[in-house]
């Protein structure tokens, strides 16, 4: 069932595994009051999939790609959709 808000989808790439960048991230959801998960991927980058009201999924978005996200982010891909209502509240998985 589908809730309002929007869905963000995204992957980090650079120095971003083993440099507390899953555990900062998840605190910045939780300031946000957004739902959803971080994760490492294999292949060294950092997949976030995160909901809530549009303009906080803005705010997190913006904060991945600055300087105040740890470690070296070198690119963000992200998608936005229609949210899921799929996460009870903010985890690192894997």
């Not at 809730?3 to 790439?13: E, F, N, P, Y």
């Not at 946000?32 to 995160?50: H, P, Q």
């Not at 705010?59 to 963000?76: K, N």
Request: aromatic content about 6%.
């Amino acid at each position: 069932m589908a809730t309002d808000g929007v869905r963000l989808t995204a992957r980090i790439s650079g120095v971003v595994q083993g440099v507390g960048f899953r555990y900062w991230t998840a605190r910045k959801a939780d300031e946000l009051l957004l739902k959803g998960t971080v994760r490492n991927r294999s292949d060294g980058s950092v997949e976030i999939v995160a909901e809530g009201p549009a303009a906080d999924v803005d705010r997190m978005l913006a904060w991945l790609d600055s300087s105040d996200a740890p470690g070296r982010v070198e690119s963000v891909e992200s998608d936005v959709s229609g949210a899921t209502g799929d996460f009870r509240d903010f985890r690192i998985v894997g």
